[in-house]
């Protein structure tokens, strides 16, 4: 089946600086890519969703300058939490929809950032 | 509002079957799929149903009725490592994912 790799899968990092994680599409392309968050025993939190070569749209709540997401290609967007604080540990996943839409998604393995 | 039901924990013995069940309430309907989660590892799809009716896949079956806001996921011949959070996530008219907060299955020996 198509894969998506994400990476870092843990990364840990001290409060005020910024992370980026990646998420490409390994074997087909996405027009589209989402962004989740995951807080501990909760159900995944859509962040944003990630378009190749627009916008990328906010859920409400969500901060824009915050959390900086690009999808520069068809395989590949990225999420940059900028000025990151001990709230934004989390698990950070994404998923990407193949181009030829056929209803499912596919999942990276996830990101674990912690925040010290 | 748009919301996904499902029981938050269950408990069941290895070798028996058990049913996990999502109702749901979302603004249009373009799926609904199941997908297995295991403690700090990202969603495995499980199932996709659009249509009504039963579809089988090894162990694991998924169910679907539109007109009932209605699916289940049926897992036989349990395993220790089925053990797990079984996510329900319902496709809107939009084509934005609606989750369920997920069922926590414990297999018991």
């Known amino acids: 089946g198509a894969v998506v790799s994400q990476h870092p899968s843990r990364v840990i990092c001290k409060s005020g600086t910024s992370v980026k994680i990646e998420c490409r599409s390994l074997d087909f392309q996405a027009t589209t890519m989402f962004w989740y968050r995951q807080f501990p025993k909760k159900s995944l939190m859509l962040m944003a969703t990630s378009n190749e070569g627009s916008k990328a749209t906010y859920e409400q709540g969500v901060e824009k300058d915050k959390f900086l997401i690009n999808h520069a290609s068809l395989t590949l967007s990225t999420l940059t939490v900028t000025s990151a604080h001990p709230e934004d540990s989390s698990f950070y996943i994404c998923?990407?929809?193949?181009?030829?839409?056929?209803?499912?998604?596919?999942f990276g393995e996830g990101s674990r950032l912690t925040v010290l | 509002g748009q919301n996904i039901d499902q029981p938050t924990e269950m408990t069941a013995t290895e070798g028996a079957i058990v049913q996990i069940n999502c109702t749901y309430q979302?603004?249009?309907?373009?799926?609904l799929f199941w997908y297995q989660q295991h403690a700090g590892e990202a969603p495995t799809f499980l199932s996709y149903?659009?249509l009504d009716g039963l579809e089988e896949k090894g162990r694991f079956s998924s169910f679907l009725s539109r007109s009932k806001g209605y699916s289940y996921l049926l897992l036989k011949e349990l395993q220790m490592k089925d053990s797990a959070s079984y996510l329900c996530a319902v496709m809107d008219s939009n084509y934005q994912l609606i989750w369920g907060a997920g069922t926590k299955l414990i297999i018991k020996p």
């Open positions: 998923s990407a929809r193949d181009r030829r839409d056929t209803g499912e998604l596919f």
């Open positions: 149903n659009v």
């Open positions: 979302t603004s249009g309907f373009n799926g």
